[in-house]
DNA sequence: AAGACATTAAACATTT
DNA sequence: CAAATGTTTAATGTCT
């Protein structure tokens, strides 16, 4: 029964020091989450309100701010996508504030006559009526908002959310308690009951009262969630109008959450109150428990339970980022302790096992001598360096694990960043390298420079990894020397060098899953992503062709959907969405089928050169004049 | 246990 | 000539 993972503090700190804007919203939850935590699944040996805690202490000491930066910026959220958020956010806001205006003239007439009913004689059935009045008012108004919301819900969906229909809103208590009175609890619960149920269920309107109609609806299909952004799921603002009897309009106010800086925070209302007491008034009647704050109430229940998502699933990342980081290596350089694996284990757990003092020392972890290694079919690619290839089992994977990494993005700054050997055969690299250049071509000495680059290993050791890779160029067949009017460049026979890819990797089906995955977008962009697949997919299944990308989305769509991970679509290229039948293998392109003979054809490219990739990138001029590496050796 | 590959190291050969 | 580039050969390890 899991529960979740849970958020651990350290985590959303961090997080909030790169995303202020989030911190914001969340700033109240993230108290109580904490404080919410329950059943800890089973901790080692801790009792498990300190799970969190340790877990925080852990972090600081474990990695530096700086990488941690590093990371949450690639992989947690761009800062473009928080801006876009934000922004949707405020545009939220002034509609509502626009719609309230709207609004509460129709209402002001509506009190009026309430006011007078009422002084004729206290009748509740007569308010009734004229409540029912109201209720038209209000339907529409509501239609409106959720209309919005549902906009905005795609939005964020598309941009950075991914709402799962199996995770129930999380802390719902702590929402509620953060922000909303007393008197709004009770409205919380009428509304959570209703919402929860769809949320998780996905749509029952049974309970919708007056504006469920129009919104909601749109049976989610899975697959359109990547693909129409519109058929947001999670836009179903099931609406059931809480007719809420009573409601103590006592609120205790002592400090209002809805009050501060002499300005109602009521979402979308800024109106100033010079004091407490008018606050209150203003409180009273203009938010008062109908079905307009009803509403409003729950578009705010929705943006926060959004964020709540993204927090719970960033959080999660950055727990399985820490863990493998924690892994691998600590710090990028010198990292005198060889790292423990411990964390690795078990990435859904990792929470709780991530131990108190990230000390160098492992903690007496049971499970000691791990590979740094995730359990899922992981994968290894990588947003820029698409999947590079062979990869090199050496000593670690013994244990049949792959290697981990969970995002992509993830790997390449890590290994960016860390002094840690890439698990990739130097020719994979240097294809990677090659193919990912403009040109599809790199001298000896950019290909260096990649190295340099791209792996913080190869800042070290210069005359051997280079003569490696010298080594290399001239040992494979797959790679073509060219000359060049100003020397020599080399080039990749992708026909030659999948030709001995067959027997190494074949065995690992992950690996090739992998592969594809990142296909499927960047198809039309380059050959060089295709020439990788093909690497990977093995001989066997290049021709199979998958046709149309669609079907890859779909499955990426619906495997997102499974793990709910999206966010990070943003990156141009690739994305890393593990899950495809290996079958699908997309063949290469422009490949040529026959191999020619590297000797004297200096075309033997032919398959790759066509491509004219975008220059999209041309990050790899600027290199050169760095001299980087030498230094050292 | 053998064979295919990788990685390293190093001797040479060629170019720049 | 030195350094950068390329080629080769060999030893050693890792997998399958």
């Not at 229940?301 to 719970?312: D, K, N, S, T």
């Not at 690992?508 to 050959?527: E, G, R, V």
């Not at 001029?621 to 050796?633: A, G, I, K, S, T």
Request: charge should be neutral; aromatic fraction near 4%; glycine fraction near 4%.
């Amino acid at each position: 029964m899991g529960g979740e993972r849970k958020g651990n503090v350290h985590q959303v700190k961090t997080l909030q020091a790169l995303q202020v804007a989030r911190q914001l919203l969340l700033q109240q939850q993230q108290q109580q989450q904490v404080s919410g935590l329950k059943s800890p699944k089973r901790n080692d040996k801790q009792p498990a309100l300190q799970v969190p805690v340790s877990v925080a202490m852990m972090t600081p000491q474990v990695i530096t701010p700086q990488q941690m930066q590093q990371i949450l910026q690639q992989q947690v959220l761009s800062p473009q996508q928080l801006q876009v958020l934000l922004q949707q956010q405020q545009a939220l806001m002034l509609q509502q504030q626009q719609l309230q205006e709207f609004y509460k003239k129709q209402q002001e007439q509506l009190q009026l006559q309430l006011l007078q009913q009422q002084h004729a004689g206290k009748q509740p059935k007569e308010q009734q009526q004229v409540a029912t009045q109201q209720l038209a008012f209000q339907q529409q108004l509501l239609q409106m908002q959720q209309l919005q919301q549902q906009h905005l819900l795609s939005l964020q969906r598309q941009g950075l959310l991914t709402i799962q229909p199996g995770q129930p809103a999380l802390p719902l208590q702590p929402l509620a308690q953060g922000m909303i009175p007393a008197e709004l609890q009770q409205l919380w619960k009428e509304v959570t009951s209703a919402h929860t149920a769809e949320e998780t269920t996905g749509n029952n309107h049974s309970s919708l009262d007056l504006t469920t109609t129009c919104v909601s609806s749109s049976a989610p299909s899975k697959t359109s969630l990547i693909m129409n952004p519109h058929a947001s799921t999670n836009g179903q603002l099931s609406v059931h109008t809480p007719k809420r009897e009573s409601l103590s309009h006592e609120e205790h106010s002592h400090s209002h959450p809805l009050y501060g800086h002499g300005v109602c925070k009521w979402p979308g209302c800024e109106a100033v109150c010079e004091d407490f007491q008018s606050f209150l008034k203003h409180l009273n009647s203009e938010h008062a428990l109908d079905d307009r704050s009803t509403a409003q109430c729950r578009v705010q229940m929705q943006v926060v339970q959004q964020l709540e998502l993204q927090l719970a699933k960033d959080k999660e990342r950055l727990q399985a980022m820490m863990t493998h980081l924690h892994v691998k290596s600590t710090e990028p350089k010198a990292a005198p302790q060889p790292l423990n694996l411990v964390s690795s284990v078990t990435l859904s757990k990792s929470a709780s096992e991530a131990s108190p003092q990230s000390l160098p020392h492992t903690p007496t972890t049971p499970t000691a001598p791990i590979t740094p290694v995730t359990q899922g079919p992981s994968v290894i690619t990588t947003t820029s360096m698409h999947t590079v290839g062979p990869i090199r089992r050496r000593y670690s994977d013994k244990y049949n694990v792959p290697i981990s990494s969970a995002d992509i993005a993830q790997n390449q700054e890590f290994y960016k960043n860390a002094e840690v050997r890439p698990p990739f055969t130097y020719a994979s690299l240097i294809r990677q390298a090659i193919l990912e250049s403009p040109e599809k071509q790199l001298t000896l000495n950019e290909i260096y420079n990649w190295f340099t680059r791209m792996f913080a290993y190869f800042r070290r050791n210069a005359a051997t990894w280079k003569n490696a890779v010298r080594h290399n160029l001239s040992l494979h067949k797959c790679f073509v020397r060219v000359e060049n009017v100003k020397g020599a460049v080399w080039t990749v026979d992708e026909v030659e060098f999948q030709k001995r890819r067959p027997q190494k990797i074949s065995g690992n089906p992950s690996l090739i899953k992998n592969m594809q995955s990142s296909h499927a977008y960047c198809t039309p962009l380059n050959a060089a992503l295709q020439a990788s697949m093909a690497e990977n997919s093995i001989p066997l299944y290049t021709t199979a062709s998958m046709g149309n990308p669609t079907l890859g989305n779909l499955a990426s769509a619906i495997r997102e959907e499974l793990n709910g991970a999206m966010e990070h679509t943003n990156s141009n290229e690739s994305d890393s969405s593990p899950g495809r039948s290996p079958m699908q293998a997309v063949h290469p392109v422009h490949v040529k089928e026959e191999p020619l003979d590297p000797e004297e054809a200096e075309g033997p490219l032919s398959l790759v050169t066509t491509a004219n990739h975008s220059p999209d990138f041309d990050h790899d001029r600027d290199y050169e004049d760095e001299p980087v590496n030498e230094d050292m050796e």
